[in-house]
């Protein structure tokens, strides 16, 4: 009797564990959850409709060619996931005994989406009204040459062509597949157009215009740099209709009246020979000097041939001229002193030097300019801060180097009762020399230190005077030259390069 009763519970049991396992064959096992969803009892359609009602709409991001970003709000277009075929998974692994196991433990696990649902029409808009859809539906087919701001540009409407349907069939694929990131590139979504005649034309051209526009030319101009851009360079460029032109050799044709208008117009800017300058003095006021035998002269004929033998590649019609940096305004040493040939205070008697030097780094020519004449300093201030003022107003010469007053003296210029004053002007030291004899028609006099800085006028030592500031300079001055202390000419001549301006005015 007791193992009848033990046969009929034993069949009873099993009848319950085959009734649950049949239950939970469609229905999630107790002690489960998902994505914090409590499942126990439920089918996968009643726990899909629940995760889909917790999870985020998706951000649906499309990658053009370029590798540019462009997003569908997935709440706007419709598109929801779908945990149905990663339920049905789940549950077929979990639906035999294994539930036995969540009675001691309740099971959590986390789970994404296999696929995604949308509606139609709700995804086809937000897809059409992307702006990258919108630009290749607008896009022109061929090829042409388009000017900006920024230099010449090739407007291709052929290559890369986004097929808009293929787009779209490829981003439902992926979806279909749980990505939300679609790779447009990656799925073939592009295609080329063939190029007619025309095309071909415009591409030869555009061959010429990019190597052209590749070359990195910067003026070295001392204190400033200027980088010639292709915004610059294809503005030297000759065309027709907005258009540069070829000529017979295939070549583009650079216009030398645009180099020279533009050489031209740096020298505008860089040259001061002739020019007058605002001059702030030591005494406190700004007082208006002329250069004189300093200042700077671009030798633009020299500057033109560069450009035009650089950009062209004609070296035989445009030779280039190769500066060389000397770092004075003139020659060393030319000039006239007064007392050894008599030349009146004030005459000029220089010849202008020229420097400069050309380079070449990675993909960048760097050209330092020829110059006619070129200052101490190159720069838009070619004076610099090293240089002599000598305030004839106040008797009174200063040195500053590098900005800083280092020395200043009284002294004694020009004679002006007698006509001998001290000429104003920009000028500079263009020769240094030792115990030299000054002479004049009525005069010879010693001296230790000699620095010519105009023709005949220079700055020298004065060991016959005793006095030096005040009014001398009226009644009893130099014959146009700059007394100064004995023992402050040492110091100064030892201080002083050759080519150091000097500024001279009232």
């Avoid at 295939?250 to 020979?273: I, K």
């Amino acid at each position: 009797m007791l193992v009848l009763f033990l046969l009929i519970g034993m069949f009873i049991l099993l009848g319950g564990y085959l009734a649950l396992a049949a239950y939970y064959s469609s229905h999630f096992p107790v002690n489960t959850w998902i994505n914090g969803v409590y499942c126990t009892g439920k089918t996968v359609d009643q726990v899909n409709q629940e995760l889909v009602q917790r999870a985020p709409a998706p951000v649906i991001t499309l990658v053009d060619a370029g590798g540019m970003q462009w997003q569908i709000d997935g709440e706007a277009a419709g598109v929801k996931p779908d945990y149905t075929k990663a339920l049905q998974d789940y549950l077929q692994q979990n639906s035999t005994g294994f539930w036995i196991g969540n009675l001691r433990e309740a099971v959590s696990i986390s789970m994404e989406a296999g696929r995604f649902t949308w509606p139609a029409e709700g995804l086809r808009e937000c897809f059409e009204t992307l702006p990258l859809v919108q630009a290749h539906k607008d896009r022109e087919e061929g090829v042409s040459i388009q000017s900006t701001a920024n230099g010449y540009v090739l407007q291709d409407g052929n290559a890369m062509r986004l097929n808009v349907e293929k787009a779209y069939a490829y981003l439902e694929a992926c979806l279909k597949e749980g990505e939300v990131s679609v790779d447009l590139g990656a799925g073939e979504c592009y295609s080329t157009l063939p190029d007619t005649d025309q095309d071909k034309i415009q591409r030869r051209l555009w061959m010429e215009l990019e190597a052209f526009q590749s070359q990195r030319i910067i003026y070295d101009m001392g204190a400033e740099s200027i980088e010639l851009t292709p915004e610059v360079t294809s503005g030297f460029l000759e065309t027709a209709k907005g258009i540069p032109t070829l000529d017979e050799g295939g070549r583009l044709v650079v216009s030398e009246g645009s180099v020279r208008a533009w050489v031209e117009e740096l020298a505008a800017r860089y040259d001061t020979c002739d020019t007058t300058k605002e001059f702030q003095s030591t005494r406190g006021d700004v007082v208006s000097v002329k250069y004189g035998t300093y200042g700077t002269k671009l030798d633009v004929e020299a500057e033109v041939n560069f450009l035009m033998g650089t950009l062209t590649g004609d070296l035989e019609k445009w030779p280039v001229q190769e500066s060389q940096e000397e770092g004075n305004g003139t020659e060393p040493g030319q000039g006239n002193p007064e007392e050894e040939n008599g030349t009146e205070p004030g005459q000029e008697d220089q010849d202008p030097g020229e420097s400069g030097e050309s380079g070449q780094g990675q993909d960048v020519l760097v050209r330092v300019p020829v110059y006619l004449q070129q200052g101490f300093v190159r720069g838009l201030d070619d004076i610099g801060g090293t240089y002599i003022e000598v305030d004839m107003t106040q008797q009174h010469m200063y040195y500053y180097m590098d900005g800083e007053l280092v020395l200043d003296t009284d002294i004694v210029t020009g004679d002006t009762s007698k006509r001998h004053g001290t000429p104003q002007g920009i000028n500079f030291v263009y020769n240094k020399q030792r115990n030299r004899i000054l002479r004049g028609p009525d005069y010879a006099s010693p001296v230790k230190y000699w620095m010519p800085v105009r023709g005949a006028v220079g700055i020298h030592d004065a060991n016959w005077r005793s006095r030096f500031g005040g009014q001398i300079y009226k009644t009893n001055g130099s014959h146009g030259c700059i007394n100064t202390p004995s023992k402050i000419m040492g110091e100064l001549y030892d201080m002083v390069e050759i080519g150091t301006p000097v500024i001279m005015f009232y």
